[in-house]
């Protein structure tokens, strides 16, 4: 699916493809991505691993090029690494010797940024994400949730215009993913944070989105657009709705009719003929 090109927004992202040159040959990961971000707005890239969502990110950032096609940022080609973004990884990567504020504060440095008034954001960034009192401590005498908020807090810590996060939740556990989900969406709408966000649960897309984008299996394209208007803040609570099913189970049916997942038959569906749609039922009632 393509959009229209639109002048009035903050990111540009036009017809973008990308072709990796390996030593097995050429390996399309992205084609002809087009789509386009408002200010304040909080998109999610869902999809099968493989589908270019890391790629699709690097090159947002300005730090690897596409093979075609352009990303613009406020009308303005992005040609080299960009400056005006806090970017989040899967994995933390804090420095062992530094501690929580000094691995938040490593950023203000790099950046020259006024060291007091910079220690006093970092403190108050931790506050939201439920860290004061862990400033001093040292990376190893965290949990890795922990770890995890204070490289959302130094992504945070230059107040950039646009947030960028590769699956930042990837590596935690079940309860731990709901609370920093909760912690990020407290960050985002405090400060009215533009944000691209990429995952592949269904789950957490929906909860933080404004709009979910699903990406094809490689090469990744956009398979569809979905509008989340459910109200914020949202809640945990809200995940049971019949409304959140309703988002969820669209991206799923999307993923079963794509391949990206497969459900297993039983005996007696076998027998009917009709296991497809009543593993739909199945889904729909479950959901429920
Ligand atoms: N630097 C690279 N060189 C060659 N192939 C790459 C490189 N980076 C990614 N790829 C390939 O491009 C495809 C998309 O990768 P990636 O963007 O990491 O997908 P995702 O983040 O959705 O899992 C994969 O097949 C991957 O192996
Ligand atoms: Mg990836």
């Known amino acids: 699916m393509t959009q229209i090109a639109d002048d009035h927004a903050y990111l540009c992202i036009e017809k973008l493809s990308k072709v990796y040159s390996t030593r097995d040959g050429e390996v399309r990961a992205l084609n002809n991505v087009s789509f386009t971000q408002q200010r304040g ?10 589908c270019g969502k890391s790629t699709l990110l690097m090159i947002a950032a300005g730090l690897i090029p596409p093979s075609s096609g352009e990303v613009r940022v406020g009308g303005r080609k992005v040609d080299r690494p960009r400056t005006d973004i806090g970017i989040v990884f899967q994995s933390p990567v804090l420095l062992d010797w530094r501690t929580a504020l000094g691995n938040i504060m490593l950023q203000a440095e790099s950046r020259k940024m006024n060291r007091r008034e910079a220690s006093a954001r970092a403190r108050e960034l931790l506050a939201t994400v439920g860290l004061s009192g862990f400033e001093d401590r040292f990376p190893h005498e965290l949990s890795g949730g922990m770890r995890q908020r204070v490289s959302i807090c130094r992504a945070l810590i230059h107040n950039p215009d646009h947030l960028l996060m590769d699956e930042p939740f990837g590596a935690l556990d079940a309860l731990t993913r709901d609370q920093l989900v909760l912690d990020l969406q ?19 897309a929906v909860f933080l989105s404004d709009r979910v984008i699903v990406m094809t299996p490689r090469p990744g394209s956009i398979d569809r657009i979905i509008d989340i208007k ?3 803040p949202r809640t945990l609570a809200m995940r049971e709705t019949p409304e959140f099913a309703d988002y969820s189970r669209e991206i799923l049916e999307l993923f079963l009719a794509r391949g990206v997942l ?26 429920r």
């Open 186 to 204: 407290a960050l985002v709408s405090e400060r009215r944070m533009t944000a691209l966000f990429i995952t592949h649960s269904i789950a957490e």
């Open 230 to 232: 459910l109200p914020r």
């Open 41 to 50: 707005e909080f998109i999610s890239h869902v999809g099968p691993s493989g």
């Open 262 to 287: 497969r459900e297993h038959r039983s005996g007696a569906e076998k027998e009917s003929g009709n296991e497809r749609n009543s593993g739909f039922t199945r889904l729909r009632t479950t959901a």
